[in-house]
Structure formats: structure tokens, C-alpha cells
């Protein structure tokens, strides 16, 4: 199969598989066998999707549907700054309530029913590593509302460093300990809490939903240790 076949199989699947905006494609071991190529063909469609802004990629991340975002990650050496999870969790809460508030003041209508999508996304996780997948994307989600590729670049970076060892320790302990429901339900209900502000344009109150949320996790984290 040459590559022009690979990049129309491709486009295809994604089309009626991975149809929202932010959606991670599977990795390219399991797509080269989806589409019948090498991984060699497939990696040459991938690259001429991304370069049509259909998708783009991030090393250590994945590959995901959609244009590549506006902000850019820090430099990596910032990372020294970040010691463990709790000043993670701290600079979390310095950080997304200000940009949840930002989200309020700049949503549309497509923000908003990008925003829902990511909420169901999470109602429907059924394990882990989709409950991880879906609140991530969640928050990016919040940061594109905002439209400040500062802000966007800062808050990639620390989803970067969530990735990292020393979080996924003390979230797989959190984990744990709340399960897959407690993430569908109370989480998911606090990330529609935070929409439901942003959609009435209150920056304070959508502040207040994501500072809730935050907190929470941070207690959940806390209890598990």
C-alpha cells in the first residue's frame, strides 16, 4: 500500500471514529494494523494530516485530532521548579480558576458544545486510563475557551508534568482509592459546574467551580497518601 492510500484510510477512520477536536488517536503500532500499512507509510499520512491541520502530535504525548493549539510548551528545564505533586497541585490552583474565569469572558456557542462533549467523554469512561484521558482533555479544553496561548502553553507544560512518574504514583494511589464512578459522577458534576458558568459568562463563579474542583482532587490525593 503507498501512502496516498494509507493518508485516504487514515483521514477515514478518523473521520468516523475520532470525530471531536482533542480526541487521541490510538498509537501507531495499532493503526499501522487498522489500515493494512507499515508503520513507515503510515507515519508519511500522519505527517500529511498533520500538515493539513488535521491532527497534531506531541513526543511523549500521542497524536490527536485537530489543529495543533496556539500555545507552546515551556522549556523543559523549568520542570526543576516543580518538586512533586503537591507544588503541581498548587500551581494547578494559582493557575485554571483565572483561566476558567478567562473562558467565561471569551466562550462561544462552538466552545461550549466542544466543552460538553469533553463532559460526556468522562461520563462514559470505563477505566482508567480514559477517566485520565478525558480530565485532561476537559482542561485543555477550558484553556482553548480562553483563547491566551500563554496561558494555554503554561497549562500544556503542567499537563506535561503530570505525565511524569512522581504524579502517576500519587494518582494511581488517588485512583484507587475513588474509582471509575466516583470520576463519572462527582468529577464529571463539577466539570459540568464549571461549564454551566462559563456558558452564563460569570468569570467569578466559573473561578469559584474550577478552585471546587481542584481542591478536591487535591483532598483526594491527600487522603490516599
Known sequence: MDSLEAYRRLYALIETEIPHRGDRLPAERALARRIGCSRETLRAALSRLEAEGSIWRHVGQGTFRGPRPAGVPLRETLLVAVTGPADLMEARLLIEPTVAGAAAAKARQSDLRHLRRRIE????????????????AFH????ETAGNPVLLGVLGYLADARRRAPWQHEWDRTYRRIGVEEFRKRHSDQHAAIVAAIEEGDSAMAEREMRVHLETIRAAMAAAG
Open 121 to 136: 467523554a468522562g461520563r462514559r469512561a470505563r477505566d482508567f486510563a480514559a477517566c485520565e484521558a478525558a480530565d485532561s
Open 140 to 143: 485543555r479544553a477550558v484553556a
